[in-house]
């Protein structure tokens, strides 16, 4: 079983800040730093430093190689990056002294895959193959609907949340990846207990991984529901917090990992992510993730 990774690299320039900049202010930042990152890469890398083996597929311009040296360096194929004349998507993140951010993202290559670019990647995967989505790649609709005909098993991680969900055929999804707000938005639900409610009487069959910020994360299949409390830790910044979650998660599924154990092990990667800055960079290899569970 292969996992291919469909999905955003964005050059995140990083923001020091005593608070997240108000409408009508002007502020100074203590400083600057630029990292590899973006939802779709950032997932990657962490399937791959969990053990899985993970191909990456989304679209750089040329300002974009080190995504590339990137992928070698951390074992994530890259045979289905295509480099193209349009700038490499990036962020601007301010990371507050609390350790919250807030991203704004310009997509630029990754908004430029075409169905002929999609088609090629998939001929490359078959049936029970795992496709992991976010949304800050433009195509999801026909991903999604391309990748099941094909009958992969599809993962999506709604975020950041937009009405172009709303255009995607959300039956089709096999594992949902998402946060407390995700959840609201997509159900109409405001309680975590309702909101997982409503996901499993909308997509009966799936599997759903729920999580809450500090109150942890859950996890509802069919008649299972389980929950996994934070690990405590200074935080420094999330940025990534949820990708390493993600990618963790599929990691242990494919394993084959009893889920109370993997609910555990990605909390724990988590954890360890947000006492370090930056989003590729930040996620742990899984030796240490184990070793400091023991
Ligand atoms: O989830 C974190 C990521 O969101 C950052 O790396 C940034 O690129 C944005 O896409």
Redesign the pocket.
Known sequence: MKVLTIG?M?I?HVYSVDHIVQPGETLTTGGMNIFL???GI?QSMALAKAGAQVYHSGMIGEDGTMFLDACKEYGVNSDYIRTIEEKTGH?I?QVDKNAQNC?L?YGGANRCLTEEFVDEVLSHFEKDDILLLQN?VNLLPYIIDTAYEKGMQIALNPSPFDDKLNECDLTKISIFLLNEIEGGQITGESEPAAILDKLQLLYPNARIVLTLGKDGAVYAHRNERYEQPIFKVEAVDT??A??TFTGYFLAGLIDGMAVPDILRMSAKASSIAVTRHG?VQSIPYRSEVEESLK
């Open positions: 955003s964005n995140d990152g973006g939802k950032n962020t993140i991203i993202l800050e940025t990534a949820g990708d989003a």
